[in-house]
Nanobody, 116 residues
Framework: QVQLVESGGGLVQAGGSLKLSCAASRTIFSIKYMGWYRQAPGKQRELVATISNGGSSLYADSVKGRSTISRDNAKNTVYLQMNSLKLEDTAVYYC??????????WGKGTLVTVSS
């Protein structure tokens, strides 16, 4: 099992930047994928970005070129740097850990609000 705690959300103006952090309760070195998902009001949860234990990353088209996912195995932390934020980026952002056994763990989320 792993507990995940997100931080770094908040209110930001359109065009601004935020860096989200996800601290894990144990080593993430062996976790197959770490990722960020988001859920906007009235919408389904969607993938934002994932990073494999080998460092390969994948991004949703909606954030590609504006966001960077990274992991610091020594700190058991995953980050999501988001730039050029848009109104449609407003959502609760959730950290995910996907194990080799296909079990998913989720954090409680951090709210990102982008204002005009």
């Amino acid at each position: 099992q792993v507990q995940l705690v997100e931080s770094g959300g908040g209110l930001v103006q359109a065009g601004g930047s935020l860096k989200l952090s996800c601290a894990a309760s144990r080593t993430i070195f062996s976790i197959k994928y770490m990722g960020w998902y988001r859920q906007a009001p009235g919408k389904q949860r969607e993938l934002v970005a994932t990073i494999s234990n080998g460092g390969s990353s994948l991004y949703a088209d909606s954030v590609k070129g504006r966001s960077t996912i990274s992991r610091d195995n020594a700190k058991n932390t995953v980050y999501l740097q988001m730039n050029s934020l848009k109104l449609e980026d407003t959502a609760v952002y959730y950290c995910n850990a996907h194990g080799w056994d296909s079990i998913d763990y989720w954090g409680k989320g951090t709210l990102v609000t982008v204002s005009s």
